[in-house]
């Protein structure tokens, strides 16, 4: 005979959660019937922190909602469509998640991204702001280091800005760098740290492996391959997809890596630190990604950059002009927008 055994804890990305992590959480997610959305919220669907999980795009979601619903976990999945049901999927929503938006091709930066992505995340984050303008940002929709001056701007005109809540989810830089050096000294990926900082594109990706945990050590030679892998890491994914996309799999798991601390924080669970592209103070660019101590409100103390090695120095001054330029980028489109 066929027992249900009720199980007194689950596991997600290699997280047991215990009953007692429980909460009653709602979570958004825009561009849920997209390539990152679609495993994004599968995993979300899987998490016990979520209880509610709305789902909103333009095409496809009640579809996607009708297929997550059958998972046998607690969430409650509800799809929306289109721009009239999206304050109904935002209403209540303590936390929203944003990949929506087009992916790169082979042979584009993020940038290219920009004119399609900008419009999209201005017209949700505008909606965010006025239908649950308390809840946590959570933007994946390249080009990041202009989306989140974009959502900051959108929060500002609206008079609801909280910098403390609005997060560039630039996990998967983390994710990448704790990988591949793990491949490269024999180590579980699982047990590898390494802070990621400055922004999430090309050459303002800087990995700061000298505060790898455990230590690890590498040739120069080595060190500057290592690096330009990470940071060109997205573009190894667009070319070996070869038009069929950028990194979907891999950016949903970082995407719900960042959600699922953000939850525990939010739960009063202390000591849980991410890397994130926020409003900051700890160099000459306005944003910049570095360790955040998360708390119940969001940000509850930016952890800084630490101590950097020479070479991290160097990577960190040839970044801000980049940084800078597509910051402004950001803050112009939402000042010229109508």
Known sequence: MFSRVVRPAASVLGRTFSVF??????????????GIGQPLSLLLKNSPLVSDLSLYDIAHTPGVAADLSHIETRAKVTGYLGAEQLP???KGSELVVIPAGVPRKPGMTRDDLFNTNATIVAVLTEACAQTCPEAMICIIS??????????????????????NKIFGVTTLDVVRANTFIGELKGLDPARVSVPVVGGHAGKTIIPLISQCNPKVEFPQDQLEALTGRIQEAGTEVVKAKAGAGSATLSMAYAGARFVFSLLDAMNGKEGVVECAFVRSEET?????????LLGKNGIEKNLGLGKLSAFEEKLVAEAMSELKGSIKKGEDFVKNRK
Do not use: R
């Open 21 to 34: 992590s429980q909460n009653n959480a709602k979570v958004a997610v825009l561009g849920a019937s997209g």
């Open 88 to 90: 109904d999927a935002l």
């Open 142 to 163: 390249n080009p990041v280091n202009s989306t989140i001056p974009i959502t900051s701007e959108v929060f500002k005109k609206l008079g609801v800005y909280n910098p």
């Open 284 to 292: 000459e660019s306005p944003y910049f990604s570095t360790p955040l």
